[in-house]
């Protein structure tokens, strides 16, 4: 069995060789980043900015960054590069668009970033956000459309579904297109009257995560109708699979914002004249949160939107309607949106999501698909500027090393502030913005500038951000009776206690202990301690028995939980705590540290095996597969490892 790595390098030699390679982004400008895994996952070829970020911090280490000068300046220029205005965009992804179930108007499809469904017998197109570890969903469910006018000073409804016979899906290369059309009749005066012909068209293109929607009516000439509406429907919206829910609307008008907010069960018209861009959003940590972006192409022509609550606080459907007024007899009435889907964000932020919609248009089909969420680990970058700067600064490596220093520390100050405006603003108004991991990563950042600069700005930032993170602590009475508590990912949601989000919490509040005189740090970490345990448990289908070390948290006094470390990137945080804990300059934190010395010896007895376990080696270099059954290692796991087992030298 292969040994535990006995220096940084063996582990940086297998990223630099086999992750790290070129991409081209917006405009085909070529860049350099690390992909997630060596060999493409179920053809897919993903960079992701926050893993960019592990990668960067770790390899930002001088005596990697001598070795290798150039190469962490290219991740450096590519996670910049994912940065626009507030946004730092999640991942991009090689183009490919591929029918993985189903033939003709029925069947699956794997686009570069999304899953796409069509059901046109049934007339319904649906599209999600894909991942490769189970949060794949269906986000968004295009259907529910009617079409409205007036006959005779009689207002008339039509739901389209069972007129549009007319179906095809359309598969050339890079494009799926999508169609479906019949002809519309209704009644008036025992008549059976021909209204015209209805067309649908969703398009989508393996290069870019945008989805086109057309809607088109050809009015019979004979047909003497006025004030059409057309409508562009959005229905099943909180269905709840995978967590699946929406919460708010909003649209940005000439005036201003228009707002609404589901309560109670309801059905409402909203007017929206001449909106240029909405959103349907989901209130929810601001790394996980889920919305529908939409630029409508004839803004003129919107009127409004027909929403439903059908269950509290939870949208239904909503339609956007648009508007034909005055005759439209033998006319040719067309409407168009171009949506987007995103599964992290900033949805108060309507007018930088207009922008942004802009810009994504404006990029068109690109050589690399852009995911526009945001980041989930927004806190990886900040603290990967933060360890570049401070780095960066070492006499001993090159001068294009050096001159980058001030480069780092202005991305570090911009995204500090954005952390603060959308996370940290949004905690203090009682939302539910901040996960615990994202935030402990921005305090170890703030820690390496305080020490890096002495500025007392990043010290009192420090303290401040510090206070905030120790609200996320639950606090309950474990097996023996004595106090212990966990830090679970978020305050209303996610509240179970993984070991990465316990485990980088408390490595953050030890860093800020060594700069901040403060006992409750000291308290809460010991309490902490009391989370991490030994268990056996199942993983995977069907289960294998495993031991490992998990953490514990016991929600409303009611029951106890758990969570395992069996995927290797838990173990690198927990491992990086422990040593930064028994290494800490503060007396008290080494005092706890001794007083856990045999439970801690245990608990790394058992994660160093695991890791043996884990390891590959490829001539003098070494991969650290992300479990003991993986094939490969993968982007944040193989950084994370190697952090916990040796750590940072500006920590």
């Known amino acids: 069995m292969p040994a535990i790595p006995s220096d940084v390098l063996s582990a940086a030699h297998f990223i630099m060789r086999h992750l790290y390679r070129p991409v081209e982004l917006d405009g085909g400008a070529r860049f350099f980043a690390v992909a997630e895994t060596e060999h493409t996952f179920g053809g897919d070829d993903w960079l992701w900015a926050d893993d960019n970020a592990k990668v960067l911090e770790f ?109 095809a899906a359309e598969h050339k290369e890079d494009r799926l297109t999508l169609r479906l059309a019949g002809d519309l009749f209704f009644s008036a005066a025992w008549r059976k009257i021909r209204l015209g012909r209805i067309s649908y068209v969703y398009t989508i293109d393996a290069r870019s995560m945008l989805i086109g929607v057309e809607a088109a009516l ?45 309560a109670d069960k309801t059905r409402i018209i909203l007017p929206a004249a001449g909106a240029s861009y909405y959103e349907i959003a989901q209130a929810e940590i601001a790394g996980f949160a889920l919305a529908v972006h939409t630029m409508p192409r004839e803004p003129a022509r919107l009127a409004e939107f027909d929403i439903r609550v059908e269950q509290p606080g939870k949208l239904h459907l909503v339609r956007a309607r648009y508007r034909f007024d005055g005759s439209c007899r033998g006319a040719t009435l067309k409407v168009g949106e171009d949506k987007l889907l995103t599964s992290g964000g900033f949805y108060d932020r309507v007018d930088d999501y207009a922008d942004l919609m802009r810009h994504a248009l404006k990029a068109g089909a690109q050589p690399a698909v852009f ?38 520390r202005t991305l570090f100050d911009r995204y500090l502030a954005v952390y603060d405006e959308c996370f940290v603003n949004g905690h ?157 300059p503060v007396p008290e934190l080494r005092a706890i540290a001794e007083k856990y010395r045999d439970r801690v010896g245990l608990f790394e007895l058992v994660m160093l095996r695991q890791i043996e376990r884990s390891i590959v080696e490829r001539d003098d270099a070494v991969e650290i597969r992300t479990s003991i059954h993986a094939g490969e290692t993968n982007s944040e796991t193989q950084p994370w490892v190697m952090l916990g087992l040796f750590g940072h030298p500006y920590d």
Request: glycine share 6%; charged share 20%.
């Open 428 to 584: 203090r108004q009682q939302k539910n913005t901040i996960m615990s991991r994202q935030l402990a990563f921005v305090i170890l950042g703030l820690a390496t500038m305080c020490r890096a600069t002495g500025a007392p700005a990043y010290l009192e930032k420090l303290r401040e951000l510090s206070d905030v993170l120790l609200d996320f602590e639950v606090r309950f009475t474990d097996i023996g009776g004595d106090p212990a508590s966990a830090f679970p990912y978020g305050m209303q949601s996610e509240r179970a206690a993984f070991v990465d989000g316990h485990s980088s919490s408390l490595l953050a509040l030890v860093q800020a202990r060594s700069l901040i005189d403060n006992p409750r740090f000291t308290e809460a970490i010991e309490r902490g301690m009391a989370s991490y345990c030994l268990e056996t448990t199942g993983v995977g289908s069907p289960p294998q028995k495993i031991d490992t070390v998990s953490t514990s948290i016991v929600v409303q006094d009611t029951y106890r939980h758990t969570e395992n470390s069996y995927w290797n990137f838990n173990i690198g945080l927990a491992l990086r705590f422990f040593s930064a804990l028994r290494n800490s």
């Open 59 to 167: 390899v930002s280490r001088p005596d990697i960054w001598q070795l290798y000068p150039d190469q962490p300046l290219e991740m450096l220029r590519f996670v910049e590069a994912m940065c626009h205005g507030p946004f730092i965009f999640r991942r991009v992804a090689g183009p490919r668009l591929d029918r993985v179930e189903g033939t003709g108007p029925v069947g699956r499809f794997e686009h570069s970033l999304m899953h796409i469904r069509s059901d046109l017998p049934h007339a319904l197109v649906t599209a999600g956000v894909r991942f490769h570890d189970g949060r794949t969903a269906d986000n968004l469910l295009l259907t529910g459309n009617n079409v409205e006018f007036t006959y005779k000073r009689r207002r008339v409804r039509i739901n389209p579904k069972s007129a549009l016979t007319d179906i």
């Open 371 to 408: 995911d526009y969420s945001v980041s989930y680990d927004y806190g990886a970058e900040i603290n990967a500027f933060a360890k570049c700067f401070a780095a960066a600064a070492n006499q001993d490596l090159p001068a294009p090393v050096r001159a980058s220093a001030e480069r780092a």
């Open 218 to 262: 050809e009015v019979d000439a004979h047909a003497a109708v006025s004030d059409v509406v057309l409508s562009i429907g959005h229905d099943q919206l909180s269905h709840g699979y995978n967590g699946v829910r929406y919460d708010t609307l909003a649209a940005k008008l000439t005036g201003g914002i228009t707002r609404f907010a589901a």
